[in-house]
């Protein structure tokens, strides 16, 4: 595995305790960063930071007083903050929009939208102050494509892929990225909130006839947190196995 250079840069990463978050995580610490994991599950959050040599918040996504909090938290145990990778979210039920139910709408919209928009916001002052930070968020092909049944998620990772869009514009004269991932399906615990069905239709739509690996989302992820990434903002970078190719 090669590896980026991340030395002294400070890393968090959002929904980091496992899946696709954990394995940028471990990918960011094998470049040289120090890592701030934040999590609803702050056990898992606490057990693998102490792993990785890092610093672990419990923090709710959707909540500005959580945001801040770790955001202090982290940058008195690590230091400033570098790069952000807005990874936290939930699917939420598979059912037809005339079947949605509107708390559940509300909840995908909020984690998977709302979330990323918080965490963003939060940490570009301080990026701005020191001209410099790399930000990712984690979108999903279903935002460009639309999954049938996923209505909400679909809309929240297009919604992604506009403020990334949006954000990239805004800072695009300052030393700060703000590009966005949009993954085909992995196998991570996200798995158990879909439906058999559901999950034979994503793989269905991939030619490669696999769902990808979250450490090939993480190699990608961390190639756009190096300095290397320099002229390259407010993009959507595919890696969905020749589903989509634009």
Known sequence: MNTYDLKGRVAVITGGARGIGLAVAERCVAGGAKVAIWDVDLAEAQA????????????????????????????????????????????????????????????????????????????????????????????????????????????????????????????????????????AAAKTDIFKQMTEAQIAYMLSKIPMNRFVQVEEIANLVCWLLTEECSFSTGAVFDVTGGRSTY
Do not use: H
């Not at 809309?155 to 990334?164: F, S």
């Open 48 to 183: 693998q930071a102490t792993r990785l040599g890092g610093f672990a918040a419990k923090v709710d996504v959707t909540s500005e007083a959580d945001i801040n909090a770790a955001l202090a938290g982290t940058e008195a145990a690590l230091g400033p903050v570098d790069l952000l990778v807005a990874n936290a979210g939930i699917t939420g039920p598979n059912a037809l929009v005339e079947n949605y139910p509107v708390d559940a709408w509300r909840q995908v919209i909020d984690i998977d939208l709302n979330g990323v928009f918080l965490c963003d916001r939060a940490v570009i002052p301080g990026m701005r102050a020191r001209n410099y930070g790399r930000i990712v968020n984690i979108a999903s092909v279903a935002g460009k494509e639309g999954n049938p049944n996923a209505a909400a998620y679909s809309a929240a990772k297009a919604g992604v892929i506009g403020l990334t869009k949006s954000l990239g514009k805004e800072l695009a004269q300052t030393g700060i990225r703000v590009n966005c991932v949009t993954p």
